[in-house]
């Protein structure tokens, strides 16, 4: 995989370092390890969906942590030893551990495992408090009792 440098990026975009340090950290788990293979999608405007090919996990062995701008997927498998004697062994029965950055205020809405597919569906909620919103603009001088209250409280100290 190709590797790029941000460096030139970095000195000229400042409040951008968790965005930088998300492309070198996805950069590097990708040429590292690819297991289990995922899909993800936009499902609506505010909703996405990933989906891990996860064939031979129950849902015992496999745990889901969101945390703030963190979706955090395990899959742990128990080694036993001597079990079967394999001819050949094609499909991956080993523990994984897989990580999805997330935007604020997107949480997880639901995950299900069916048919060796785990799907998790995610929503984008923004509270009222960080929408944006339209400030009315007023006319005329400013309020009178206002600039008095400012002048008394000045005089009093």
Do not use: C, W
């Not at 965005?19 to 590292?32: C, N």
């Amino acid at each position: 995989m190709r590797q790029f440098d941000l460096t030139p990026f970095r000195r000229s975009a400042i409040g951008f370092d968790r965005l930088f340090d998300m492309l070198e950290t996805s950069a590097r788990q990708q040429a590292v390890d690819n297991y289990p293979p995922f899909n993800l999608e936009r499902v609506a405007e505010d909703r996405y969906r990933i989906t891990l090919a996860v064939a031979g996990f129950s849902r015992d062995e496999i745990e889901i942590v969101a945390q703030q701008n963190l979706l955090q997927v395990k899959g742990k498998k128990d080694e036993k030893e001597g079990q079967n004697t394999f001819l050949h062994l094609g499909i991956a029965n080993r523990s994984f551990e897989r990580r999805f950055e997330l935007a604020d205020f997107v949480r997880v809405d639901d995950a299900r495992l069916t048919d060796g597919l785990l799907v998790i569906d995610l929503v984008r909620e923004v509270p009222e408090a960080a929408k944006p919103k339209t400030i009315a603009i007023k006319t005329g001088a400013p309020l009178a009792a206002v600039e008095n209250a400012a002048v008394d409280e000045a005089q009093a100290a």
